[in-house]
Nanobody, 122 residues
Framework: QVQLVESGGGLVQAGGSLRLSCAAS????????MGWFRQAPGKEREFVAT????????RYADSVKGRFTISRDNAKNTVYLQMNSLKPEDTAVYYC???????????????WGQGTQVTVSS
């Protein structure tokens, strides 16, 4: 049974940093892409970043390029999202997800975590 467990959310002032973690278990993720998504109140869920477990290629939403970094630790089966220079508009529930393949579309993601709240105060 695949499990994705996020942690690391919280309250931070604008300009601050947070690091989210996603611990993955239940299968081998070599051919998977791991993604981070977010959903703000009243808005649709949106793509933030993705990383291929094998090879480590990454993609980012334009809104977070240069501020967020996605990475993975193969030994720990954990994916991270380092978030710097946070803005109030980054406030959302952040979700970790896994997709078999390239993970370029949200519809490819079969497994989702429960989400972790990130709140950025102005």
């Amino acid at each position: 049974q695949v499990q994705l467990v996020e942690s690391g959310g919280g309250l931070v002032q604008a300009g601050g940093s947070l690091r989210l973690s996603c611990a993955a278990s239940g299968r081998t993720f070599n051919n998977y892409a791991m993604g981070w998504f977010r959903q703000a109140p009243g808005k649709e869920r949106e793509f933030v970043a993705t990383i291929r477990w094998s090879g480590g290629s990454t993609r980012y939403a334009d809104s977070v390029k240069g501020r967020f970094t996605i990475s993975r630790d193969n030994a720990k089966n954990t994916v991270y999202l380092q978030m710097n220079s946070l803005k109030p508009e980054d406030t959302a529930v952040y979700y970790c997800a896994a997709a078999y393949g390239m993970g370029w579309r949200m519809s490819e993601y079969d497994y989702w975590g429960q989400g972790t709240q990130v709140t950025v105060s102005s």
